[in-house]
């Protein structure tokens, strides 16, 4: 049904749409398919109909996407797209918008403007709710932008929001050089928290120290707990940000402080994990987690509002930024996926249309 | 130290006390003191001198004080009294003003109150924090109000603060037809939401829905995850207060609805508890728990202000009205706690001082 292409396409000129009042757009697009579940290299270039935005949404010429771990678990057949959403991989974008539902938002076509998709970013072009989008940060190249939403929607929800982090309060961030923890890490430190992060190796725990953390502990040849009693005077930390589950479920409750909250956003180390109930009740704990993909478009738009009042200053003032691991072509998604699944960047891959 | 005295006493006549301005009391009093760990055997009739009132306290004279299962684990040295705390068991009471400090609530001496206590309430007189006293419903009886404060303070804090149950929620109630369990029915229904309750007999069973519960499972007979999926047509349910913990809270986390919230209060089956984290993710489950005997007088006030507004409105229009399976006299404490160990009681066991 759709083309397959060869990885290097022949250049193409823009052709004239006549359904289109604004920029001239193509009728079809290069972008990135699963071609069945499996390794980086089931992904496969493709060229796919330009889609079309409904009431609103906008579409987006995408300049540069984001990878993101759950792209890796949908390509392996383990996450498939919520109902509705494109099978096209592809969480966050940077581009500009080209025509639709612009909203009250103040947008206006040809505005560059960092977007969270629910799917479909390893594109061209891609439909975006307009109430997902926000403006490109001043001094952000499309490529830091693309690598914002994911993380920021990601971490503002589930370490504010639902972790109710407070300025005074302490952050265990586990893999604090991810894509997410560096984002935590920066966020946190802007809001006037302490954090404790941990990483896979001494080089990402130094990353993790120049992002603003007070300490990194090296999981490979450190125990995070008795490394967090320790820092805290065995007061323990006020919230955990866990993309692990498993057997670190118990171990970070240990972690925690009176009335701490623990939030489990991935479970990388599997879904059974023991939890102390007597512990948890004499230290009043809250153990919580949320999957941000499947929520309602008004629920998201209303983390895009508190992003842009609360976090898009913080990073127009420099105080926060992507960190940037490597910026691959489109072409280049096998090579991408693999640095990702290897586990040695710190911070962001993000892939560009030339 | 103190004097141990056999279980029927002579009637002693009140001596003037030259401190008090107000009511005429005793210099010592009779109270209930654990021996040494162990079975109800150890509860012993003694002879303390009254406490003295301090700051922000007054002093009760007791009419009735309830039972209740913390009471149970501190006669079995399982649960030591907090610090500062009397050794003497007992956290509730109904009781007259008979001096003190009474604050700015409008009690004055002579003023029937029902208050929560750390402790000492298995005894003739008491002291009790100020803001931890609330005034004897009308219509009820001193036995009545004696039966609140545990239940209401706990259930309050816990399913309404804690858990967050709004009207129109459902509530599933482990242990529906104990203290706890009754006075947790009531409150929901009153406050507008659906409730699942489990007990473990049919009789009991009969008088949770008797209570309001929509539905009350036999968890002897009948399987409480089917039951609730069933009733529920497969939603699960908002609030779950458990006093279980061990096995239930996995069980339990497969009774919760989307943004479900799971409130631990005690362990009778077992700290070691499994969750499934990817669930937990999911559908944004929340598992939290509490105790309340350790917190402070701040809190426990705040606690007994929203009573207060909320709940004592709902008591006096006979809303909510104690659960009372059996009254015995004080000397009778061997008995009641042997009664509370048989599990076969239907609400609440209370003593009275002759």
Known sequence: MHRHLPWRLPQRTPTS?????ALLIDRDMRTIEISQPGGPEVLRLCERPVPQPGAGEVLLRVRAFGLNRPDVLQRRGLYPP???APDIPGLEVCGEIVSGDLGGAGFRVGDL????????GYAEYCVAPTGQCLPLPAGLSPEEGAALPETLFTVWHNV???GQLRAGDTLLVQGGSSGIGTAAIQLAVAAG???IATAGSDAKCAACIQLGAEMAVNYHTQDFVDAVQTHTAQRG???VLDMVAGSYIAREQRCLAED???VVI?????VQAEVDAGLLMRKRQTLTGSTLRTRSVEFKSGIARALREKVWPWIEQGRVRPVMDTIFAAEQIVQAHQRMEQGQHIGKLVLRWA
Chains 1, 2 share one sequence.
């Open 113 to 120: 403007v960092c977007a969270l998709l629910a799917g479909g």
């Open 17 to 21: 749409n006549p359904a289109s009042d």
């Open 193 to 195: 928290a302490r954090v």
């Open 82 to 84: 919520p109902v509705g």
């Open 160 to 162: 504010f929001e639902r």
């Open 260 to 262: 701490g909250r623990l």
């Open 237 to 239: 930390v006020d919230v």
């Open 266 to 270: 991935a479970v990388q180390g599997g």
